[in-house]
């Protein structure tokens, strides 16, 4: 009843089990691929008799008086009367059912059927084109699937979990999405639910930055995030109907083996790395676990969040921030005298106490030429015979993670007080550390 187009899968590397204490995967040699690439659109097919939905349905669920049937049933007929517009509210009720059922003992068969059964209801949904290699086996298997957009599909941090000793948990260590304000979200201009899935992915299969490690220098693993309806199409909003925004993260140390660990971000520009901004699901946990077995702790209490339990003092710190939008990310070790400050608008010459113009702008870089935010650039004016000239209160800006922007400080205001020949230099700080530093050109400030 569908057709698949073919294309080329990225390799998937898991995380480890909670129960292991091992935090990450090996680091895996391959050229990175651009995040941008676009692949042909998944064409699925409604049956509208929903006979193999149900058959799906049937090898997922482990009761065939599952609470799905009815669900599927309503869908039915709502696609009968209305066609694919009707069903689609009955058809995210339907995968809130895989999302509540997977991993746990309402779980009866394997992840792939619950990847085919995934299909079969978005085929008969209104939720837009699907991409092409949409798959979810991974996702419910040691990932996110979750729906969100309205109260009743739940408020808190979409998590990516897995099974350990036979009970549904956190992955460790725990990776997840979470909304700064409201999951709500609006497609094709309507609000709208939709699908969050998830599933890990090797760092170096979107960028040539080192992946941070362990403290057994193990490689921990990067993840992309996706929607159905797909983005930009769907847009994140608040409910006061303004622009929403959401956080994703992992939750190690921001700081390992003397390196700044931070999250980078594969988006459609290219890779960001984003300015450090922790998750929330990462302040605490709400379950002890035996010496020893700390990210087993973190895990289980990052996945009580969505299933509250007693609570333990505890905190992990993270690492996270702010993406424009959906795809790959992975947290990168990133040296702080190793970020290359560039000037790429230098300044030009002008007159006593007038802005310079155009700005100047620096640009913040791993050594591998990624944009990095977050830095804080620091500029000092020196020259006309060693006296220093007072300049404006415009020295210090961080730079942007935004694309566009990204990995740039502006200056749009400086300005010197005393006319003759200067020099800039621009400093970097990251993680309360020093960068390298860089010279401007040589430019000359006149009197009035």
């Known amino acids: 009843m569908r057709t698949i187009h073919p294309i080329a899968f990225i390799a998937v590397a898991l995380l480890a089990a909670a129960c292991t204490g091992d935090t990450g995967t090996a680091p895996v040699s391959q050229t990175p691929v651009a995040a941008a690439a676009i692949s042909p ?37 709502f696609y009968k009367t209305g066609g694919a517009s009707a069903a689609t509210n009955s058809g995210f009720d339907a995968l809130q059912q895989i999302a509540a059922a997977r991993l746990t003992p309402r779980q009866g068969g394997a992840a792939t059927s619950g990847d085919a059964l995934t299909k079969d209801l978005l085929a008969c949904m209104n939720v837009g084109p699907i991409p092409g290699g949409f798959d979810v ?29 036979g009970v549904r948990s956190a992955t460790a260590p725990v990776w997840g999405i979470e909304s700064l304000a409201s999951w709500g979200a609006k497609f094709s201009g ?35 995030i996706s929607t159905i309806p797909a983005m930009p199409g769907l847009a994140f909003v608040n409910a006061d109907g303004s622009a929403g925004q959401v956080r994703v993260g992992i939750c190690i140390g921001a700081t390992s083996n003397g390196t700044n660990n931070l999250l980078a971000h594969g988006g459609a520009s290219g890779v960001t790395v984003l300015a450090l901004d922790p998750p929330s699901f990462c302040s605490g946990v709400a379950s002890a676990a035996p ?142 550390k020093a960068t390298a530093s860089v010279t401007s050109i040589l430019f000359n400030v006149k009197g009035q």
């Open 41 to 77: 659109s998944l064409t699925l097919v409604c049956d509208p008799t929903f006979s193999q939905a149900k058959s799906d349905a049937r090898a997922f669920f482990a009761s065939g008086t599952d609470p799905i049937f009815s669900t599927l049933r309503d869908m039915q007929g």
């Open 137 to 165: 086996t991974a996702a419910l298997t040691t990932g996110i699937y979750e729906v969100r957009g309205v109260t009743s599909d739940g408020t808190g941090p979409a998590l990516a979990q897995t099974m350990t000793n």
């Open 190 to 224: 309507a609000a709208t639910r939709y699908l969050v899935y998830g599933a890990t992915l090797p760092v170096s299969s979107f960028t040539a930055d080192p992946a941070a490690t362990n403290a057994d220098n193990a490689a921990y693993s990067g993840f992309d």
């Open 291 to 432: 010496a020893g077995n700390l990210l087993a702790t973190i895990a289980r209490g990052a996945l009580s969040l969505i299933t509250p339990t007693p609570a333990y003092a505890f905190s992990i710190g993270g690492v996270g921030g702010l993406p424009s939008g959906l795809s790959p990310f992975g947290p990168i070790s990133v040296l702080s005298d190793s970020v290359v400050l560039t000037f790429t608008q230098q300044p030009s010459d002008g007159m006593v106490s007038a802005a310079i113009s155009p700005a100047v702008q620096v640009r913040a870089t791993t050594p591998r030429g990624t944009p990095v935010g977050g830095v804080q650039v620091t500029l000092h004016v020196v020259g006309n015979n060693g006296i220093n000239a007072a300049v404006s209160n415009d020295t210090a800006e961080t730079t942007s993670d935004l694309p566009g922007s990204a990995g740039l400080a502006t200056f749009p205001s400086l300005y010197v007080t005393k006319a003759g020949g200067y020099t800039i230099q621009a400093t970097g700080s990251l993680g309360g």
